[in-house]
């Protein structure tokens, strides 16, 4: 026993000291508050008007057959605000898009990865265009959409957490679910999604106005959680399992020498039949008259032997 916790506790130090991960260094936080000021209204109906879009340049120009809705329609769309009027044309442009397309295409698509800090930093150069990532579903409840002429009466709104990002949520918003998929507001599911980036989209947290990135995608490409074997396969349990046989076999071992040596030790059974075989069993009379009987031979022999013994006259 002595030795087997000797090496039981080497194995342990063993597998804590080169075989455990390495602790990786946690990402950047990201502040996500909205800094703008709020507009102060010194008229109350005053109308607010935005300036006219900026168009796509550049490579955007040439890249116009991959983004997910037209250019002149993703031009519309501002970044840290809501949802907003001027936002409809290229949201269900988008829409339109990933409903004529299927998850084969977009997989075989050579999709650029990407990280919450490029989506988060880097909204206008990403808008409408495909984008790849990975990260675990935590809230996934189903939205109805506005009044449309597409025939879209609603979508799936998701916040999950990147993979590589820090502890700030990215919304995705799906059109369907793979089969099986759990929804609700506390899972924990892993997914991968390939969509288009929409917009910087604000929203109300519980201490602040924060901003998230925001993607459209057809669905998310589910990869469920295998459940762990039981017992474990670490080194340490196969010691511990290891173990727990040796004393097993230790505790039957001694077991079966304390029985061996009792049966031993244990004088054997006699047969009472067998001992008074040889023995004449009389009634009390009978042994009465055998007594009489026998002291009368005694006292003969004694008085012949006296008579014998007395010297002749």
Same mark, same amino acid.
């Given at each position: 026993?002595?030795?087997?916790?000797?090496?039981?506790?080497?194995?342990?130090?063993?597998?804590?000291?080169?075989?455990?991960?390495?602790?990786? &260094?946690?990402?950047?936080?990201?502040?996500?508050?909205? %800094? @703008?000021? @709020?507009?102060?209204?010194? /008229?109350?109906?005053?109308? =607010?008007? !935005?300036?006219?879009?900026?168009? $796509? *340049?550049?490579?955007?120009?040439?890249? &116009? !057959?991959?983004?997910?809705?037209?250019?002149?329609?993703?031009?519309? /769309? +501002?970044?840290?605000?809501?949802?907003?009027?001027?936002?409809?044309?290229?949201?269900?442009?988008?829409?339109?898009?990933?409903?004529?397309?299927?998850?084969?295409?977009?997989?075989?698509?050579?999709?650029?990865?990407?990280?919450?800090?490029?989506?988060?930093?880097?909204? #206008?150069?990403?808008?409408?265009?495909?984008? +790849?990532?990975?990260?675990?579903?935590? #809230?996934?409840? %189903?939205?109805?959409?506005?009044?449309?002429?597409?025939?879209?009466?609603?979508?799936?709104?998701?916040? @999950?957490?990147?993979?590589?990002?820090?502890?700030?949520?990215? /919304?995705?918003?799906?059109?369907?679910?793979?089969?099986?998929?759990?929804?609700?507001?506390?899972?924990?599911?892993?997914?991968?999604?390939?969509?288009? $980036?929409?917009?910087?989209?604000?929203? !109300?947290?519980?201490?602040?106005? #924060? *901003?998230?990135?925001?993607?459209?995608?057809?669905?998310?490409?589910? %990869?469920?959680?295998?459940?762990?074997?039981?017992?474990? *396969?670490?080194?340490?349990?196969?010691?511990?399992?290891?173990?727990?046989?040796?004393?097993?076999?230790?505790?039957?071992?001694?077991?079966?020498?304390?029985?061996?040596?009792?049966? #031993?030790?244990?004088?054997?059974?006699?047969?009472?039949?067998?001992?008074?075989?040889?023995?004449?069993?009389?009634?009390?009379?009978?042994?009465? +008259?055998?007594?009489?009987?026998?002291?009368?031979? =005694?006292?003969?022999?004694?008085?012949?032997?006296?008579?014998?013994?007395?010297?002749?006259?």
């Amino acid at each position: 026993m002595p030795p087997a916790l000797v090496i039981l506790l080497a194995v342990g130090w063993l597998e804590r000291v080169y075989l455990q991960p390495q602790p990786v &260094a946690e990402p950047p936080q990201i502040d996500t508050v909205v %800094k @703008m000021a @709020m507009v102060t209204r010194t /008229v109350e109906d005053a109308v =607010t008007i !935005e300036a006219d879009p900026q168009p $796509f *340049t550049g490579e955007f120009a040439s890249e &116009a !057959e991959l983004m997910g809705a037209s250019l002149s329609s993703l031009a519309k /769309v +501002r970044d840290d605000t809501v949802f907003r009027s001027g936002d409809d044309e290229a949201w269900f442009g988008i829409w339109q898009t990933l409903r004529s397309s299927d998850m084969p295409a977009f997989r075989k698509a050579g999709v650029r990865e990407v990280s919450f800090a490029e989506l988060f930093g880097q909204p #206008r150069s990403f808008r409408g265009r495909l984008v +790849r990532f990975s990260g675990t579903l935590h #809230r996934l409840q %189903k939205v109805e959409a506005p009044a449309n002429q597409y025939d879209i009466t609603g979508y799936w709104q998701a916040w @999950m957490q990147p993979d590589d990002g820090p502890a700030s949520p990215i /919304v995705v918003y799906f059109l369907q679910l793979p089969p099986g998929l759990p929804h609700g507001m506390k899972i924990n599911e892993p997914v991968e999604v390939i969509g288009y $980036f929409f917009k910087r989209w604000a929203y !109300e947290a519980t201490d602040a106005i #924060r *901003t998230a990135p925001l993607v459209m995608a057809l669905e998310p490409i589910w %990869k469920p959680l295998k459940p762990a074997p039981p017992g474990g *396969t670490s080194i340490g349990g196969y010691a511990l399992v290891t173990m727990g046989l040796l004393v097993a076999i230790t505790l039957l071992g001694i077991r079966y020498a304390n029985g061996t040596a009792r049966v #031993r030790s244990t004088p054997s059974a006699v047969d009472l039949s067998a001992t008074l075989s040889n023995i004449e069993l009389f009634s009390p009379g009978e042994a009465l +008259r055998q007594l009489t009987a026998l002291e009368k031979e =005694t006292d003969a022999k004694a008085a012949h032997t006296h008579l014998n013994e007395r010297p002749p006259t």
